[in-house]
């Protein structure tokens, strides 16, 4: 045991972070059955039960925030789970390497700025009176379109910007697996007389599976994850009605509105929910692949 | 292996070099457009029409934001945090990655299920703001440091990186009768330029990059970072300015150059540092998956 003690030692101030920073919140949590007062603290609170959680769901509020939520991540997972899949496929088949390099950083370069930033940047372009896109619009003869300002295209803004951002990022890991390729496979495929698209088909595609499936595990998990930064920095009164999700909405009810037990209420559905959820997917996974995380 | 171009061939060309060119252009337009409207006259900023290029150029929006205090306060703070936090960062996780390391150490499993289950759940909002309040963190800058000396996620993948170095070189300085400090410091931290400059790089950016901690639990404007002043400079009327009537306009989108000018003072840094840093972010990636 003595040889381990300086481990132990290293380790110490670590544990006692973690159970203050990571494992102290969630003791908090009670107070999600609580009424919770500030100043008689979590002892001196009353216990209510499942009363805030009633109210959730009977409220007029949470379930469009939930509805909300879940399509977004819905859209999100359907458009932008394969988007960096097959920005890599493209990618693969460059054999220019300079244009391949240029076009590679470029394409990275939007995850490094801040949701501050992208935001600014997408209400810049998609502005009606300056932005680009409707520059264009206009060109066709069509009616500029106050993109982020309407209830009928803010979701697709959310899932638009979310892959301009993300797109080049997430392509890495999928260039990492191809990488890894054995190149003799193409070889034998192309002197069989195997097409670009079929080598694209039948060996690339394959081999990209235990990938794939992992992060799609990830992707599950994060279903009812919306992103805070993002949509917190997008969203605007004319179209809360489409864009307020959870993670807004826990923030104007706990922290704008000052209701902690019931906005801790609702953080702690959404979190039991995603933990599930990557359980579950990796279950899934597991059974159907036999690859997962765990 | 030279085979002759098929008609296939073409289709996937043209198809990936078009879907990259564009994916190019849209990526680039949106910074042409912001620096030629933070440097363009009032009345071309307002002017129907394409505006990659600057016609005419003058620093009206840059001499009004460089009179904002606010802006520098954010600046200061955010370098501050950004140096400070990312030294911390890295030390602490390097000492944990190594200590976790250790293949024989009793409990070793335990201990990293503990980590890893703060990945995937969490107290919230709330519970973690009043933690925050009980700690005495709220409205002090250390809130922006201390809650996240460490992401389990890259201290994983340090452990990860340990791991793979040859326990032999170990052995062989502890019977050359090193400690395990002089260890740590002597031999694993020079090994591990990679690794390091990854995660030093991945804790530096978010540092950079942060405006929730300033949001949630900073009222004093004097303690703000950069990318929540930003926040304040950009998205204070952003909506009302659409529906204002031509005359007020003038006004507003003098702002607007100002709007453009600070969004860019604030990416300038990352613009700068980027190409050189980037292919140590591509390796870390890499680090993390294949070994994860």
């Not at chain 1, 008689?40 to 609170?45: P, V």
């Amino acid at each position: 045991m003595k040889e381990y003690s300086g481990y132990y030692l290293m380790l110490l101030p670590i544990i006692l972070w973690y159970i203050i920073f990571r494992y102290g919140p969630m003791y908090g949590i009670v107070i999600a059955f609580q009424d919770f007062y500030p100043l008689k603290g979590i002892s001196g609170s009353e216990w209510v039960g499942f009363k805030h959680f009633k109210t959730m769901f009977t409220g007029l509020y949470f379930l469009p925030v939930l509805r909300n939520t879940i399509l977004i991540s819905f859209y999100k997972l359907i458009f932008g789970f394969p988007a960096p899949i097959i920005l890599a496929l493209i990618f693969n088949e460059i054999r220019h390497k300079h244009f391949k390099k240029i076009s590679q950083t470029i394409s990275y370069l939007p995850h490094f700025l801040s949701w501050v930033i992208v935001s600014g940047l997408v209400i810049e372009m998609l502005s009606p009176s300056r932005g680009l896109v409707n520059y264009f619009i206009q060109l066709l003869g069509f009616d500029p379109i106050f993109f982020v300002a309407d209830p009928k295209y803010f979701r697709s803004v959310l899932v638009g910007s979310g892959i301009w951002q993300g797109i080049g990022w997430g392509s890495i890991i999928y260039l990492a697996a191809i990488s890894n390729i054995d190149p003799q496979l193409y070889e034998a495929a192309a002197i069989d007389g195997a097409t670009r698209i079929q080598r694209i088909r039948f060996i690339t595609l394959p081999s990209l599976a235990p990938v794939v499936t992992i992060m799609l595990i990830f992707a599950c998990g994060k279903l009812i994850d919306d992103n805070f930064s993002q949509v917190y920095n997008l969203l605007n009164l004319k179209v809360m009605s489409v864009g307020d999700v959870i993670s807004t909405y826990t923030y104007e009810q706990g922290l704008v509105q000052m209701q902690y037990s019931y906005s801790t209420a609702v953080g702690l559905f959404k979190n039991i929910v995603s933990f599930s959820m990557v359980f579950g997917a990796n279950a899934i996974a597991k059974r159907v692949s036999e690859y997962g995380i765990w | 292996m030279k085979v002759k171009k098929t008609i296939d061939d073409y289709i996937v060309d043209i198809f990936c070099y078009t879907f990259l060119i564009i994916l190019c252009i849209t990526i680039i337009i949106p910074f042409l457009q912001i620096i030629t409207i933070s440097l363009s006259p009032i009345k071309y900023v307002n002017s129907f029409g394409l505006k990659l290029f600057p016609k005419e150029i003058v620093f009206d929006g840059y001499i009004n934001i460089f009179k904002n205090n606010q802006l520098w306060i954010g600046y200061k703070n955010t370098i501050f945090v950004t140096v400070v936090g990312t030294f911390f960062n890295v030390l602490i996780t390097c000492i944990g990655a190594y200590a976790l390391s250790k293949k024989d150490l009793p409990g070793r499993n335990y201990l990293t299920a503990f980590i890893v289950f703060t990945m995937y759940f969490g107290g919230g909002t709330i519970p973690t703001y009043l933690m925050m309040r009980q700690l005495h963190l709220v409205d002090n800058m250390a809130v922006y440091i201390l809650p996240g000396i460490i992401s389990s996620y890259n201290m994983i993948i340090t452990r990860n990186f340990f791991m793979s170095l040859p326990n032999s070189l170990e052995e062989s300085a502890r019977v050359d009768g090193a400690g395990l400090l002089r260890i740590f410091f002597v031999i694993i931290l020079p090994l591990s330029k990679p690794i390091i400059a990854t995660i030093s790089l991945w804790y530096g950016v978010a540092h950079w990059n942060e405006w929730r901690a300033s949001l949630i639990y900073v009222p004093d404007s004097e303690k703000h970072l950069l990318q929540y002043v930003l926040r304040q400079i950009l998205f204070e009327g952003t909506l009302k300015e659409e529906s204002l009537v031509e005359d007020v306009r003038e006004v507003i989108v003098n702002t607007e150059t100002m709007k453009n000018a600070a969004l860019l003072i604030a990416t300038i840094p990352i613009l700068c540092v980027y190409p050189f840093v980037q292919k140590y972010f591509v390796k870390g990636v890499m680090v993390g998956s294949l070994k994860g």
